[in-house]
């Protein structure tokens, strides 16, 4: 039998959210599940003023935005976050921090890569994930091994308001991005991947659909179905189908797409939300702050997994 959540269980995870989560996802959560029309668009505008609080005046986001690296400067990986949350929500208050965020990418944009770099050498100044500690003799993180990851969504962001870019060729990157995920053979990087799903979602069918193909072969080759897995730190099937037009177009039927959605629904009903499944192993006290925030984080979004998936049952 299928599990659906209550709305006493969303008001449940609601508070669990207030209680530890960063005052931006708190204004997610009411931006998509607050009962008045009214009170969801004063939530948009308080995600836009949460978001400003990232913002730097270069145009690029920081402070923790991605709450695995506490580096206050701006990063591309931290921008890309700013970007999504900003297009979540559709926040049309935040349209003034679009077009200097769109030139902090141009500024940061590596020819050579043909990309970005995800965060600068400064991030080991600062509290961190050891995933996210730049190596000087490699020039980057383990993270900048796979190119799409955070460079295919910011690329969608470019395309979206290619209107406001004026030092890259928009139609070359995108032809790139398109070519370089065409061209692989292994995917050992789910966040590549998840970052590539980004991109289909922000470009037209037309432009789309060539990387439809590759996109099922990645994601048949790295989701992990064997329920007995989902306690480590592995690519479930909701964390590349959130909604059912990603599920249908991975073939993701019931038999993968309900056991999934039965253990979320089952985790939010018993404890009010879904802890992460990592840890940094450093920093303790910056961990204990971050594993916090990550709480409210991943709550949420299974939350609005649960509810584009028909689980959330109306009030």
Known sequence: MKRYLTPEDVDR???????????????RFDA???TEPAARAMAVDTVV?????????DGGFGHGLESDF??????????????????????????????PTIRYLERTFDPTRQGWFAVPRQVNDHPHAPWWGFDPNEGGTVIDRSWGNPTAE????????????????????????????????EFPSEHEVFCFIALHRLLPAE?????????????????????????????????????PSLAEMFGFGPDVMDPDLDDLAASVKR?????PVWRWGQYPEAWERAKQHWTGYITLRALLVLRAFGRCEPR
């Open 32 to 34: 998509h599940f607050a």
């Open 70 to 99: 506490m580096l206050p400067d701006s990063s591309p990986m931290a921008t890309s976050i700013g970007l999504r949350s900003l297009d979540e929500v559709g926040a049309a208050a935040g349209d003034d921090l679009v077009a």
């Open 207 to 243: 432009i789309s659909e060539a990387i439809e193909p590759k996109l099922r072969e990645a994601v048949r080759s790295l989701v992990r179905t064997d329920p007995r897995e989902w306690g480590h730190y592995v690519p479930r099937p909701h964390h590349f189908a959130s909604d």
């Open 13 to 27: 995870a609601g508070s669990l959210i207030r209680r530890v989560g960063r005052a931006v996802d708190v204004a």
């Open 271 to 275: 404890d009010g939300a879904l802890y």
């Open 49 to 57: 003023r949460c978001l400003r609080d990232y913002w730097n005046p």
């Open 154 to 185: 910011l690329i969608g962001y470019i395309y979206k308001h290619r209107s406001l870019v004026s030092a890259l060729d928009v139609e070359a990157l995108v032809n790139h991005a398109v070519d370089y995920l065409n061209s692989k053979r």
